[in-house]
């Protein structure tokens, strides 16, 4: 079965500091690994994927991504925070070779930049 | 692109009514998914459309659940004899079947409060 863990249930960081917002997963095959963001009252908006290729994935908003097999893990960072990025964080797997289209979504970190 | 719309945006029924949310997936998109988001948690899935074909449901999606997409657009989410376990978020999200079919695009979703 499919699983995603995001260990941290809220991160603080101040302005300027780089972050991570932490990511583990379990399938049985291999993965397909996303990350969305969601601002309050909004849906989610898609951040970045991992498909296959460099383990490290760039996406929106100077959020990068670095895919560690052995680790199981895909981590989000960003080298400088800034205030605006405070929303909450979902990472989501997919089984590649599952003939369901479905993605399995963590619990969500809270992300909280302080100026 | 118009994004993914959703429709209402806020619903409060009471118990025992029926309610129906709407979903305008981004156009050409041909595959449509329904999540469902509870406070604190991530989306969970409940089913998925390939056109109008139905293709997965969750076993989350109780027989008071039953969603359409009739032409293969726009889809519908009923849930009848509402229950206040039903209260959540209701997420829909489009994907297309070309290069970047693994990114699904989220609305802003409904909020459904069961009195």
């Known amino acids: 079965a499919q699983s995603v863990a995001q260990p941290e249930d809220q991160v603080n960081v101040a302005e300027g500091n780089p972050l991570t917002v932490k990511c583990t997963y379990s399938v049985s095959g291999n993965p397909y690994l996303f990350w969305y963001v969601q601002y309050p009252n909004r849906g989610l908006q898609f951040l970045l994927k991992?498909?296959?290729?460099?383990?490290l994935v760039k996406g929106s908003y100077g959020f990068e991504a670095e895919f560690n097999k052995s680790q199981t893990s895909f981590h989000l960072k960003k080298p400088s925070a800034l205030v605006s990025d405070s929303a909450l964080y979902f990472c989501a797997v997919r089984d590649r070779y599952s003939s369901a289209s479905k993605i399995i979504f963590g619990s969500g970190t809270r992300l909280s930049i302080r100026p | 692109d118009t994004g993914v719309s959703q429709n209402p945006r806020h619903k409060i029924t009471k118990r025992g009514q029926n309610v129906t949310f709407r979903c305008d997936p981004i156009s050409e998109h041909n595959r449509l998914y329904w999540y469902r988001q509870t406070l604190g948690q991530g989306p969970e899935f409940l089913t998925y459309f390939q056109n109008e074909a139905q293709l997965e449901k969750s076993r989350l999606l109780s027989d008071r659940f039953s969603a359409e997409r009739p032409k293969g657009s726009f889809s519908t989410l009923e849930i009848q004899r509402t229950e206040q376990g039903d209260s959540a978020m209701y997420l829909c999200a489009s994907s297309s079947a070309g290069a970047d079919t693994d990114t699904q695009y989220f609305g802003p979703g409904t909020r459904l409060t069961v009195l």
């Open positions: 991992y498909i296959t290729g460099d383990n």
